[in-house]
Structures are given as structure tokens and as C-alpha cells.
């Protein structure tokens, strides 16, 4: 097989020197480096950070086509990490894909002439918050070591997130680890993913109550400053931009290999709960990549479906599903793309979001959703699909993926498979009565689970970080 071209590692372009300021959606504090973007996670106004002017990338498109995954993200990020020199970047990259175990870090599995999908389950936690969450950890251990400072990284979960978080971050010294999870909410793997450790340095949150309780509680954590400050607080979840942008790359790797005829005729669909995974997507097309359309899909928790389909962004009741990880009522992410989709004015920005947090609910004036669609699935649903797809293609899905599988557009269609359905045996079980197994998965039912009983509030949790 011949040798792909590699990514240059030593010289930059005139275009890469390009110095990237990073603002906050809430417009109220100074624009920042990359570095410091990733090392806030949340702005100290509250907001998130976005690129003060998004790079046109069309002009590179042809030197990238063949890149390796590893020198494709290099690549990629070359453009937006301007602070950190070309081959501390090199070094980052090439450490973050090492315990992927398939050669294309990111394989296209062809079900049908207009069906694929997109296999993001490959690596160490099986699951697609595995492709941040491995660089994330490298560009914190870069941090330390530049700055002799340590870190306290706090999270919350509704599965996969945390899992990939504590594995990224496994073995970096000047790291202690705080994930926030609801107790009971989440499938008993993705729980022995986090607890089953044996690290020290690593803190799984039990509470009771949901995913958004935990995420409300911490992001009014990362709103106070001068905490902050003293407990060196970093973030993991998808509000870090550095996450949103290393999604940006599966989506670059999976349009160059589509057939040339295919990738401007090519929908992705996105399971999501929170928004980022196919916000990540959005952003690249908004970078001049010529992405057709993207179907936001969602299980019963279905307030982004219910956005597109009406224009009103509305809180329900968090209902447990068979997709755990997409029971989610309040998606993060959600703010970065009411930044654009309201003419990027942060005093909007701002406005919008004390409105939904008054009211839990906003009704968008003018709402177009472009080149969004969307899709619900409940669990009927859910275990009916996992059959057919079994059936029709002899290919296994998880309850996540099989959420993209409902009533599918016209042309080609490339689904992300999220997660490894070794994950959810129990589902798996009961709707096709065959086991599902992964040998990383069945090493930790030997294991003992060590975990710590939370209150979901931020006194609760800022005691509990002090204390540890």
C-alpha cells in the first residue's frame, strides 16, 4: 500500500502563523489564545468559547485528502492552535491515536449503495468522546508541563463522556479527575468504565437525579472564579472547545473517504443529545466544507427534535431510555449555535439564554432549521430497529446509533455509530437474543466499583474537590 503524504510537523504556512483569538458567545470578557481557551473550558462570563472568525479551510482541502487520521487532525489543528509550536502539536496528535484498534481510526462500514456508517466506537472506551477526550487529555498534560501547574478536571456524564474523560486522562501527572454522574441513569458498562479504575487521582461523582442536574450545578461550579482559580479547574465536557473541534476531524476524514460523487450528496446523521457531536460537523461545513445536510437524531428526549420540527426550544421531563447517554433535556452546546443562528450578537446570545433559564423555554422569532433535519425514536423504536438492522444488513447497532436509523432522507446517508454495542448488552439481549461482547468490557466485571455519593449542588461539590 503506498505511503500516505504526511503533515508538515517543523514549518508553517503564511496561513497557519495567522494568530486565532477565541471569544466568548456571552461577549463580556477579552479574547483569548487557544491555550487559555482550553484551560478556562467555560468563559468567565458564563459563555462558550467559539474562534472570533471561523477559518475559510476550502483552499486546503486538496492537501488534505489523503492524509492519515493522526495528520489530518495535525493538520487541522494547526489552524486554530497558532500558540502552540508545530511540533509540540505533532507530538500531542500522534500520542492520541494510539489505542485505537483499527487501522482507519475511524472506519466507513457500507450497509447498502445509500446507507453507511461511520464506526466511532474504536477506541479505548469504545466510544466516540473517545476521539476528543484522548487529545484533550495530551493537551492538558502539555499544559502542566509548560506551566509546572496542576489541574482539577470536573465533568458531568449521562455515559460515554466521563468514561473517556478519566481514560484520556489516566496516567497524566498533575491531574486529579471529578466526573459527575446520575446514579442509576447509566448503563452498569459505562459505570464500570469509570469506577472500576483503580486510580487514585480519579473521583467518580454518584448523585441522584439527572444528567442536566449535574451539569447545571456544574457549570455555576465554573462560573465562580476565584474557586476556579485556586483548584486549577479545567473542563472535559463538550462545553471545552477543543473537544468541538477535534470532532471536526472524523467528519473531514469520513468526506474524503466517501466517493468524490458521493461527498456532496451525502447527509450525516448524528445521534445527540447535547448537541456537539453534530454541531462539530455544522462548524466544518461553515468552514467552506461542502456538506450536504446533517439529521439530528434523538430518542424520546427529544427536545432538539422538537426544536427543528417547530422553532421553540422547550425543557420536558427527562425520561430514561434505552439511549442513556441522550437522556438529556438541556444541551450545552446548543448556545454556539444560537450564537450564529442569531446573527453572532452576544447581547442576543445572552438575552436567549437568561430567557430559557426563566422560563425553560424560547420560541426562536424567525427559525429556519437550513440544513438541519430530525428524527425521535422512543424505546420501542429503539429495540425494533437494532432487529431490522440486524436482519436486513447481519449488522449490530447500539440503542445510540440505532436513534439514526428512523425515516431516513433521500440519497446517501452516513450514520455515526457512537458506540460499541457491547456496551448495552442487556438491550442487545432483548432485542436481537445475542450477546454482545467486548474483551476490554468483560475485564472490568472482575473488578470492584469504587464510587462517592454526591449531592448535585455546587457547595456540595466544590467541598468535595477541596477536600480531595
Given amino acids: 500500500m503506498p505511503k500516505r503524504p504526511r503533515a508538515r510537523c517543523m514549518r508553517h504556512s503564511a496561513w497557519e502563523l495567522k494568530v486565532m483569538q477565541y471569544i466568548s458567545t456571552r461577549g463580556q470578557v477579552p479574547p483569548v489564545g487557544f491555550s487559555t481557551a482550553v484551560a478556562h473550558g467555560l468563559a468567565p462570563d458564563g459563555g462558550l468559547y467559539l474562534p472570533q472568525q471561523l477559518p475559510d479551510v476550502r483552499s486546503r482541502l486538496a492537501d488534505w485528502t489523503q492524509l492519515s487520521y493522526p495528520d489530518l487532525c495535525e493538520a487541522f489543528f494547526a489552524v486554530f492552535a497558532t500558540d502552540l509550536e508545530r511540533s509540540e502539536l505533532h507530538t500531542i496528535v500522534q500520542r492520541s491515536y494510539l489505542k485505537f484498534d483499527h487501522p482507519e481510526i475511524a472506519p466507513i462500514r457500507k450497509l447498502s449503495d445509500s446507507l453507511s456508517v461511520l464506526e466511532l466506537f474504536h477506541g479505548p472506551t469504545l466510544a466516540f468522546k473517545d476521539f476528543a477526550l484522548q487529545l484533550l487529555g495530551n493537551l492538558y498534560q502539555a499544559q502542566i508541563a509548560r506551566t509546572g501547574r496542576p489541574i482539577a478536571v470536573l465533568g458531568a456524564t449521562s455515559g460515554d463522556t466521563g468514561a473517556a474523560a478519566i481514560h484520556g486522562l489516566l496516567g497524566k501527572a498533575g491531574v486529579k479527575t471529578f466526573i459527575l454522574y446520575p446514579d442509576g441513569r447509566i448503563s452498569p458498562l459505562q459505570e464500570r468504565q ?260 454526591l449531592e448535585p449542588t455546587p457547595e456540595a461539590i466544590k467541598a468535595f474537590m477541596r477536600s480531595h
Wanted: aromatic share 12%; glycine share 6%.
Fill in 194 to 453: 469509570m469506577t472500576c479504575t483503580g486510580a487514585d487521582n480519579v473521583f467518580p461523582l454518584a448523585i441522584q437525579g439527572s444528567f442536566d442536574d449535574a451539569q447545571t450545578a456544574m457549570k455555576t461550579v465554573f462560573e465562580d472564579r476565584e474557586f476556579a482559580d485556586e483548584v486549577g479547574l479545567s473542563a472535559v465536557n463538550s462545553i471545552n472547545l477543543a473537544r468541538i473541534l477535534a470532532q471536526c476531524v472524523y467528519y473531514l476524514y469520513a468526506y474524503f473517504r466517501l466517493p468524490p460523487g458521493q461527498r456532496g450528496q451525502t447527509t450525516f446523521v448524528v445521534p445527540t443529545g447535547n448537541f456537539g457531536n453534530v454541531l462539530a460537523g455544522w462548524l466544518l461545513q461553515r468552514m467552506g466544507v461542502p456538506i450536504q445536510g446533517f439529521r439530528v437524531a434523538t430518542n424520546q428526549n427529544d427536545i432538539l427534535h422538537r426544536l427543528f420540527q417547530t422553532g421553540i426550544y422547550a425543557l420536558g421531563d427527562v425520561a430514561p431510555s434505552f439511549a442513556p447517554s441522550m437522556d438529556i433535556q438541556v444541551a450545552s452546546n446548543f448556545e454556539r449555535f444560537i450564537y450564529y443562528a442569531e446573527g453572532s450578537e452576544p447581547a442576543r446570545v445572552r438575552a436567549i439564554m437568561q430567557a430559557f433559564k426563566s422560563t425553560g423555554q424560547y420560541q426562536f422569532e424567525h427559525f429556519a432549521p437550513g440544513i438541519f433535519s430530525s428524527s425521535r425514536a422512543d424505546d420501542a423504536d429503539i429495540a425494533a430497529i437494532i432487529r431490522e438492522v440486524y436482519q436486513r444488513y447481519h449488522y449490530v447497532v447500539d440503542p445510540h446509533t440505532a436513534c439514526g436509523f428512523v425515516d431516513l432522507p433521500d440519497g446517501h446517508n452516513l450514520v455515526l455509530a457512537t458506540a460499541h454495542p457491547a456496551k448495552f448488552p442487556d438491550t442487545i439481549r432483548a432485542a436481537l437474543d445475542v450477546d454482545a461482547r467486548h474483551p476490554a468490557l468483560e475485564a472490568l466485571k472482575q473488578k470492584a466499583i469504587v464510587k462517592h455519593a
